[in-house]
């Protein structure tokens, strides 16, 4: 199963919340933490990456909202996502380790290959496994600074601001969904695919 048949089996989702950091960060920990400690999500894995996906009620919103999740699956061990990963996100979670300084220090690489294909869409970064030490909140982080994105600390041991992150990241992206900009990736395969269409 390829990366663009997994939708075409689930169906397209409402929004897709994408997942981005170094490798053993704690990025799959988080999904299963928020999307399994009370719910069975439908989840599909392919040689590149791994999908959950979850009907969702926001606030006040009277219909369910139908997120995908996608993970990488250990692609990011390679130091790059394939584009396809990227096609269609509508949100980021930009997640590092606070016990391992090298991870925060990647952040700056990760982003830029997101804004090289998604330059539009929200992105939150998370400060995981804070449970390993709560003196940690109390540092002074630059990056989100720099870059203007919101930044929580979180635990997928623990649960510490989970909910709130995802919550957060699937609000963001469906307002993404509704009112942002096309990026760049998604605007050049879908003329693609219209001259596909247009060839038959």
Sequence with gaps: MDCSSVEDT????????????DSAVGKSKLIERYLLDDYNPRR???????????????????????????????QEKFNSMHP?????????????DVTRKQ?????????QELRAYCPNIPCILVANKVDVDYMVT??????????????????????????KVFEEAVCAGLGQQK??????????????EDEMVDDR
Excluded at 10 to 21: C, Q, T
Excluded at 141 to 162: L, M, Q, R, Y
């Design 44 to 74: 599909l894995s392919t040689y590149a990456l791994t999908l959950y996906r979850k009907n969702i009620t926001l606030g006040d919103e009277c219909e369910p909202v139908k997120v995908d999740f996608w993970d990488t699956a250990g």
């Design 103 to 111: 991870t925060y220090l990647n952040l700056k690489h990760w982003y």
């Design 138 to 163: 109390r540092k002074n982080f630059k990056f989100p600074k720099d870059n203007n994105i919101p930044f929580f600390f979180v635990s997928s041991a623990d649960g510490t601001n989970v909910v």
């Design 10 to 21: 689930l169906g397209e989702p409402d929004v897709k919340v994408i997942i981005l950091g």
């Design 84 to 96: 396809s990963y990227y096609y269609k996100a509508h949100v980021c979670v930009l997640v590092f």
């Design 179 to 192: 009112y942002g900009e096309k990026d760049f990736l998604s605007e050049c395969l879908e003329l693609f």
